[in-house]
Structure formats: C-alpha cells, structure tokens
C-alpha cells in the first residue's frame, strides 16, 4: 500500500487547463474514513469559482476548437483519455480507496475498469452520431442533426466517484460539450486527478474543468448560473428534486440518477444455489453504498428460512474493516454523517419491530474509521420506514410472498424504480414479472451488471434520462431539423 502523500494528488481546482486555488483561498478537511484521520486540505471552490469555470466553458464551447473538431480526432483524444485512466489505475484506486473507505480490491477490479470501459465506449461515438432524413410531405430535403447542448454541469456522489465522473464526462465529451464538474465534497481526489489526464490527452484547456466544494455553495452555483445549458446529477432524490425545481427558472435541461429501493426477488423454483448466493452481493457490495443495492428481498414463503438463513451466512462471512486488508469484502462507510444514518436506521428498524438477524450493531473504533457490518432484517413488511426509505448502507430487509400478484404488488409499492431482480426457471414468470415491474433496469437470474452500452437510470422517483448506451449519448445533443425546398 503506498502511503497517502507519496501519491501526490492534486487538491486544487482545474479551471482552464491549470491547476489553481480558490479565489476566496479556502480550503476544506479531506477525511480518510477508514482512520477518522485527515488526509490534508483542498480546495473549496465558491461560486467566483464555478464563474471562472463557466466562462472557461463556455469560451471552449464558443470557439468550436472541440464540438467542431474532426470526429475521428475527437475519437482519437477520447481514446488516449481511457488509456490513461487505464495506466493510472494504480494511483486512482489507491485514491478511491482512501478517499471513500472501499476494499481496493474492488477499486482496482471494477471502480477503474468500469471508468476506462465507459470512456472508451463513448470514444468510439463521435464518428457514429448521426441524424436521419425524414421523409415529409412536399418538395423539400429535411434532415435532422445531433449538435451538442453546450455547456453542462455535472454533479456526482461520493459512491463510485471515478466512475459516475467517467458516467458523465464520456457521452458529454464524445458529443461536443464543455463541462463544470463537481464532485461530492467527500470523495474529490479522482476527478482532481483527472485534470492532469486532460491535459495530457490532448482535451483543449477549458472542455473540462473540475471545481471542489460543498453542495450548497459551489454546487448551488453551479445549477443557477445562467451560462450552464444542462445539469447531470447524480444523488439522492431530495437534491434532485431540488436541481430540477431550480433549473425551471431557465429552462435548463436535465437529467437526474436518483436513489432506489430495489426488489430482490427469489422464486421456489429458481436455481436456489445461485440465488441464495446472490442475496449478499447485491446489497452488502461496496458497503450497500451503491443506488442499485437489492436492499428488499422478496422471497417465496416455502424457502422463507433458506433465505434467511443465507442471508445470515453471506453477512457474517464478509470480512469487514481495513480496506486495504486483501481479505477484506466490506469496507468503511464514506463519512461519520452517513456513519451515523445507517446506524439510525437500524435502530429505527427495531423500533418498528424488525428483527436482527445478523449485524445490527455498529463497529466500536473509537471515531478510528466507520464501519457498519452487514445486517440482516427479518419480521418487517413493506410499510416500514427501513424497508420505505433508502438508506444506502448494507442493511437487507427480507420479506416473503404467497403470490405472484401479491409480490408485484409489494414490488412497486415505492417511489423508486431503479432496479429490481428476480430468480426462477420459469422462463415465462421471468418476463411477466419483469415486463410488470417499474424499474429502468430489471435483471433475471443475475444481479447488479453495468454495462456502457447497456441504458441505465430510474422510473418514477428514481431519476429522468437513461445514461450509457445511445440513450445516454442523445441526452447530451439538441436535435435540429433542417429543411431546405428543392423547388
Ligand atoms: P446528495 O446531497 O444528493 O449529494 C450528491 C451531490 O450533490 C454531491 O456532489 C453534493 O455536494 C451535491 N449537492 C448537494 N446539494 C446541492 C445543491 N443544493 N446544489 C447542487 N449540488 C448539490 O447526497 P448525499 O448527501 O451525499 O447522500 C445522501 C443520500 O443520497 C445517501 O444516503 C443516499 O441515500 C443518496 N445517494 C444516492 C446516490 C445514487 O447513486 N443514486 C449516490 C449518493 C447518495 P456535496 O457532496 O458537497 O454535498
Ligand atoms: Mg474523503
């Protein structure tokens, strides 16, 4: 493990090609949460900042040197940004890893290969955007072209920091866009890190600009500044709902990947054994922080006790503490304050009468580093505030079903509509359930793939806009058609 300050992370904002301080000189406490230790300052960019990184923007936007450059050029850029993500992936998970508490392991095997994935895919999208004839009544040559939208913030949680940063950049890059991104004041480091791979890419000063900070400062002036055309967030549905309501004043676009309360749903007649060893990783992976977690689990009455038992077993099986520690599966909770919900919500569980299977206590560091271990709820039903509300950390809830409608009932009785999973041999169960579900992403007999060229984001509550695949490319390009009389 190379110690933190031999990493030599850059802690400024990247405005315009250069690192720089903010202009107010302010810095904020970076903390590692697996020690409760700082990891030293950075920059806390205000809104004079998110002005500068704008107007950067914007000028890369209006001399056309990007959004006009060749498309195989743009491919040829894009695809040396991936390679270098892939030959820094030492050092960003090494980052990750500090900055979120997360095993390295994983890091290293999906964080920074995902990231790379997502970048190459788009890089491969410039030279095949294209608009279409459309066949109108008259005289006349109407064609459709996909121009990109212009300048666009981006805000991204502290979860899978390098990849929903890698999520956002991609498609809007690939399409012509300039970019403000802004990422969670918890996780910094990666998307700071990016800036001198811009550079080195090739991306001209001021397509990307990467500004550190808090939500209601840096952030707030990221979503009202008038220059910014569209804002993609990436967070909780509070703060969504919040974007959306302000961006109303100018008609901003946007797209939002919000929270989830997913259904994980087990049928008798399913491959038990691949089932039962599902339920774990798909809520307790990457410390439940994840938006797509199978944090419900539907199963049916007759394997009830199977259920429950391996949930029991994968939760006390899982390794938790030091992320650095190869044996370890889950990690620290990103920050004291989230530290502090999950506990809260468990305790909340036990005041509605859920029962704790396994877990249920946090791990007592002395304020050394946040640690939750898997936990387990049983005797709870879908009224619940645990089963209700996302908390976001690596608490299962189990639930059985007599019905096939009873369970699609249950299913959708939320506001979420991330994703959802199921498990049967029934290969005609398997699509009705999923055609009945509402969720913008449903896996059958598998759970929690992500693929760059497979759309993902949320029905209802749970978001507006897919990202990844072509969905994902559209929502950051304006249509224009164009007519012209041949008479
Ligand atoms: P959050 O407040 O929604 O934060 C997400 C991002 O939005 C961060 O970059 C945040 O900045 C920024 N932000 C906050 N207020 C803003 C504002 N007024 N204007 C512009 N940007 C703003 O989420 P959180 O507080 O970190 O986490 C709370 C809960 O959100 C979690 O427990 C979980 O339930 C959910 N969540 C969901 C996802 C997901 O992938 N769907 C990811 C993370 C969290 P700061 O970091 O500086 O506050
Ligand atoms: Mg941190």
Partial sequence: MTPFNELNAPRQLFINGEYCDAASGKQFDNINPATGASLGGVAEGGAEDIGRAVAAARRAMDDGKWATMGSHQREGILHKLADLVEQNAKNLALLETYDTGKPYRDALAVDIPLSVQTLRYYAGWPTKLRGETNPVAGNFLTYTRREPIGVIGQIVPWNFPLFMAAMKLAPALAAGNTVVLKPAEQTPLTALYLGQLMNEAGIPP?????????????????ITHPDVDKIAFTGSTGTGQHIMRTA???????????GGKSPHIIFADADL?????????AIFYNQGEVCIAGSRLFVEESIYDQAVEAAKTAAEKMRVGDPFDEKTRVGALVSAEHFDRVCKYVELGVSEGAEIAAGGAPIDTDGKGFFYPPTVLTGVNNQMRVVREEIFGPVLSIIPFSSQEELIAQANDTQYGLAAGLWTRDVGKAHTVAHAIKAGTVYINAYGLLDASAPFGGFKMSGIGRENGEDGIKMYTEAKTVWTSLS
């Avoid at 109303?248 to 919000?258: P, Q, T």
């Avoid at 054994?273 to 990783?281: L, N, P, V």
């Fill in 206 to 222: 001021g397509v990307v600009n990467f500004v550190s900070g808090f939500g209601g400062d840096a952030g707030q002036a990221l």
């Fill in 273 to 281: 054994k691949s089932a039962m060893r599902a339920i774990g990783a």
């Fill in 248 to 258: 109303a004043d100018s008609l901003k676009r946007v797209s939002l990947e919000l």
